[in-house]
């Protein structure tokens, strides 16, 4: 639903600001011409915007309390104009509502500065000002460096919880990638565990052949050595020629029978 910007009366919420006085956030102005660009940045620059109705001058009453009174104002085009090249005017821009209120009578302006999102704001000249007890002064260094700060630091959050966006999305992928690379290692390691384990069985029937065949030999050189020991004491203690030649044959023998045994176990 559009806002409506012209009313026929005053709305409740000018009738309000004219049955007080100036504010930090309230500024009376009886023509476009007496509005400057340093009056928005002021308002901007205020903790909550503020108000601008032109249109309207301050009168004091009888009880010595300043109140505004309606005296009217050009609201045509030009007059708006005005408005907005003095808002567009400050650093940065101000992006400002203008609404028209009581053309039954004596139309006025009411110029709704919002809460600056930019702070802080100054005119062309370069001068930074604030609204406070119903008039507009200099923001103070200090003043300045808070806002500047406050600003500064909104920025740094912002971009701070993009980065913190970004890491967590980049940490997902990473730990996606290092769960499909860990499953990846698991197998490999399963596959080198079997191996190792058909790899240690084959060890074991070799290490188990080779001890066998040792003790075969071992068996084999003990009995030829018990025999050719029986041998040399046969031939010293006996000189007859035909019981060493006898003897000399069962020694070829007992070598050719170790032989065949130790190729035997080779095999």
Same mark, same amino acid.
């Given at each position: 639903?559009?806002?409506k910007?012209?009313y026929?009366?005053?709305?409740?919420?000018?009738?309000? &600001?004219?049955?007080?006085?100036? #504010?930090a956030? +309230?500024?009376f102005?009886?023509?476009?011409?007496?509005?400057?660009?340093?009056?928005?940045?002021? /308002?901007?620059?205020?903790?909550?915007?503020? #108000?601008?109705?032109?249109?309207?001058?301050?009168?004091?009453t009888?009880g010595?309390l @300043?109140?505004?009174? +309606?005296?009217g104002?050009e609201? =045509?085009?030009?007059?708006?104009l005005?408005?907005?090249?003095?808002?567009? =005017?400050?650093?940065?821009? +101000?992006?400002?509502?203008?609404f028209?209120?009581?053309?039954?009578?004596?139309?006025? &302006?009411?110029?709704?500065v919002?809460?600056?999102?930019?702070?802080?704001?100054c005119?062309?000249?370069?001068?930074?000002?604030?609204?406070?007890?119903?008039?507009?002064?200099?923001?103070?260094?200090?003043?300045?460096?808070?806002?500047?700060?406050d600003?500064e630091?909104?920025?740094?959050?912002?971009?701070?919880?993009?980065?913190?966006?970004? /890491?967590?999305?980049?940490?997902?992928?990473?730990?996606?990638?290092?769960?499909?690379? &860990?499953?990846?290692?698991?197998?490999?390691?399963?596959?080198l565990?079997?191996q190792?384990?058909?790899? /240690?069985?084959?060890?074991?029937?070799?290490?188990?052949s080779?001890?066998?065949?040792s003790?075969? *030999? *071992?068996?084999?050189?003990?009995?030829? @050595?018990?025999?050719?020991?029986?041998l040399?004491?046969? $031939?010293?203690?006996?000189?007859n020629?035909?019981?060493?030649?006898v003897?000399?044959q069962?020694l070829? =023998?007992?070598?050719? $029978?170790l *032989?065949?045994? &130790?190729s035997?176990?080779?095999?």
């Open positions: 639903m559009p806002v910007r012209e026929q009366h005053l709305t409740k919420r000018t009738r309000q &600001m004219l049955a007080s006085t100036e #504010t956030n +309230v500024d102005k009886r023509d476009v011409s007496g509005v400057k660009s340093s009056d928005i940045v002021a /308002l901007a620059n205020a903790p909550n915007g503020g #108000t601008l109705l032109i249109g309207v001058d301050e009168y004091t009888q010595g @300043q109140r505004g009174k +309606v005296v104002c609201v =045509d085009d030009n007059a708006r005005m408005v907005i090249n003095k808002a567009t =005017d400050c650093y940065p821009n +101000v992006d400002v509502q203008i028209v209120e009581n053309l039954k009578a004596k139309a006025i &302006m009411r110029i709704e919002p809460l600056g999102l930019l702070k802080p704001y005119s062309p000249r370069g001068e930074y000002s604030i609204r406070a007890d119903g008039r507009n002064r200099a923001l103070y260094p200090e003043e300045l460096l808070l806002i500047f700060m600003s630091g909104d920025k740094f959050l912002s971009r701070f919880r993009t980065a913190v966006s970004q /890491l967590e999305s980049q940490v997902g992928n990473i730990n996606h990638s290092l769960s499909s690379d &860990m499953l990846a290692v698991a197998q490999h390691i399963h596959d565990d079997d190792l384990q058909r790899t /240690l069985g084959r060890f074991a029937r070799i290490t188990d080779t001890k066998k065949r003790r075969n *030999l *071992l068996h084999t050189l003990k009995d030829s @050595q018990d025999s050719l020991g029986k040399e004491r046969f $031939l010293i203690d006996d000189a020629f035909e019981q060493r030649q003897a000399i069962r070829e =023998d007992k070598v050719d $029978l *032989l065949k045994r &130790m035997s176990d080779k095999k």
